[in-house]
Nanobody, 126 residues
Framework: QVQLVESGGGLVQAGGSLRLSCAASGGTFSSYAMGWFRQAPGKEREFVAAVSWSGGMTYSADSVKGRFAISRDNAKNTVYLQMNSLKPEDTAVYYC???????????????????WGQGTQVTVSS
């Protein structure tokens, strides 16, 4: 069983930056595709970004391309989400997720991710 713990959320002004971290334990981190999803109040959970087990392939939602970057450090069992040029509409709870299937299969679909963290709140003020 994999446990995922997110950190790095907080309150930031529009145009600012945050880096989220997700630390994994209890499994073989380097074998999982990893993703970030977010859920704003009253909205469905949506895909943000994902990275393959090696870090060599990434996917990003159109809404965050050019502003957010996902990366991973398999030696530290950690995946990151660097968020720049933040906007008020980025306000949400951000969740880290791990997929036992390759990124090409898991992709942007939340139901294909097997393990989830508890989430970290990101609030962007205007």
């Amino acid at each position: 069983q994999v446990q995922l713990v997110e950190s790095g959320g907080g309150l930031v002004q529009a145009g600012g930056s945050l880096r989220l971290s997700c630390a994994a334990s209890g499994g073989t981190f380097s074998s999982y595709a990893m993703g970030w999803f977010r859920q704003a109040p009253g909205k469905e959970r949506e895909f943000v970004a994902a990275v393959s087990w090696s870090g060599g392939m990434t996917y990003s939602a159109d809404s965050v391309k050019g502003r957010f970057a996902i990366s991973r450090d398999n030696a530290k069992n950690t995946v990151y989400l660097q968020m720049n040029s933040l906007k008020p509409e980025d306000t949400a709870v951000y969740y880290c997720a791990a997929a036992r299937q390759p990124l090409a299969y898991a992709g942007r679909r939340s139901e294909r991710y097997d393990y989830w963290g508890q989430g970290t709140q990101v609030t962007v003020s205007s």
